[in-house]
């Protein structure tokens, strides 16, 4: 149980294009999706937190303009990389928690390699 | 958020058990430690976590310090399976839509060798 699953798990375009990044909790319904960025050798770090039917909270120094997300059921988060350019280029991966469990395990998705050219 | 410390590398060899270290000073009272790990081009997957008291389950063990500065993952018998990056986090209890999330450090590459 409690699986979340990103598509696509990997995706190459154009300078200038927006790519949209879907995460699904499978079986469960989350309240609260997280959306993660990974550059290579380096640690995750939180880009913000998605919230159902309310506006996501962004960390300090995303861009919130650039990086457009949408949590509109519950089970469905998208995070939309507006106008991307080679430095948006990363590892972008999705989590989510089980409703009730605040601070238990957080569920993650398998991640998508973004490549922009 | 309180920070952890972790080494930046382990090795070990299969079958053998492995202790992997983690100090967290300045942990608050209410904070929850949190063990994930990442295998090569996937997401990380939850491991453990506990709150004062050793924890079991089927992958590992968490021993955590009486006074909470510090805690250790047990892997009992490790496998080739399990070379990965192992993040010590503390969860905390911050409020507003925040609540609960992830702050990961560099975590403890480990190695397994046959």
């Known amino acids: 149980g409690a699986v979340v699953s990103q598509h696509p798990s990997w995706v190459i375009c154009k300078s200038g294009t927006s790519v949209k990044i879907e995460c699904r909790s499978l079986d469960f319904q989350a309240t609260t999706m997280f959306w993660y960025r990974q550059f290579p050798k380096q640690s995750l770090m939180l880009m913000a937190t998605s919230n159902e039917g309310s506006k996501a909270t962004y960390e300090q120094g995303v861009e919130k303009d650039k990086f457009l997300i949408n949590h509109a059921s519950l089970t469905l988060s998208t995070l939309t990389v507006t106008s991307a350019h080679p430095e948006d280029s990363s590892f972008y991966i999705c989590?989510?928690?089980?409703?009730?469990?605040?601070?238990?395990?957080?569920?993650f998705g398998d991640g998508t390699r973004l490549s922009i050219l | 958020d309180a920070k952890t410390t972790q080494p930046n590398s382990m090795e070990s060899n299969e079958e053998e058990p492995v202790h992997l270290p983690c100090n967290h000073s300045?942990?608050?009272?209410?904070?929850?430690i949190h063990w994930y790990r990442q295998l090569p081009s996937q997401g990380p997957e939850y491991v453990i976590h506990g709150l004062t008291s050793n924890v079991n389950n089927r992958m590992a063990s968490l021993a955590i310090a009486e006074d909470r500065k510090s805690s250790t993952l047990i892997l009992h018998r490790a496998t080739l399976r399990d070379a990965a990056v192992y993040y010590c986090?503390?969860?905390?209890?911050?409020?507003?839509?925040?609540?609960?999330?992830?702050?990961f450090g560099q975590g403890t590459i480990l190695t397994v060798h046959p």
């Open positions: 300045t942990i608050s009272g209410t904070d929850y």
């Open positions: 989590s989510a928690k089980l409703p009730g469990q605040g601070l238990g395990p957080q569920h």
């Open positions: 986090i503390l969860r905390g209890t911050a409020g507003g839509t925040s609540y609960g999330k992830l702050t």
